[in-house]
Nanobody
Framework: QVQLVESGGGLVQAGGSLRLSCAAS????????MGWFRQLPGKEREFVAV????????VYTDSVKGRFTISRDNAKNTVYLQMNSLKPEDTAVYYC???????????????WGQGTQVTVSS
């Protein structure tokens, strides 16, 4: 069992930066791929980024490549999403998730955080 708690969201102007954190409980954190997803009201949850259990492999959705960086610290049971050059279209609730398979499919993740709001003003 893994419990996830996100933090670091907020209101930022376009072009600014935020760093999201996701703290995990449980001893098995390092066994899971960790993903970040985002969701707007009335829309499906969409994939943002994923990092392998070792941190050696990362994948990003095209719209955030070069602006967002996912990383993890297994000693601290924490995964991060550094978001730079933010745009109004990045506004959403951001969720972290843990899964054995990883990838961009929501169904691959068994554990989810409660989400943190990111709002980018123009």
């Amino acid at each position: 069992q893994v419990q996830l708690v996100e933090s670091g969201g907020g209101l930022v102007q376009a072009g600014g930066s935020l760093r999201l954190s996701c703290a995990a409980s449980g001893r098995t954190f390092s066994r899971y791929a960790m993903g970040w997803f985002r969701q707007l009201p009335g829309k499906e949850r969409e994939f943002v980024a994923v990092i392998s259990w070792s941190g050696g492999n990362t994948v990003y959705t095209d719209s955030v490549k070069g602006r967002f960086t996912i990383s993890r610290d297994n000693a601290k049971n924490t995964v991060y999403l550094q978001m730079n050059s933010l745009k109004p279209e990045d506004t959403a609730v951001y969720y972290c998730a843990a899964g054995g398979v990883g990838g961009g499919n929501v169904a691959n993740y068994a554990y989810w955080g409660q989400g943190t709001q990111v709002t980018v003003s123009s």
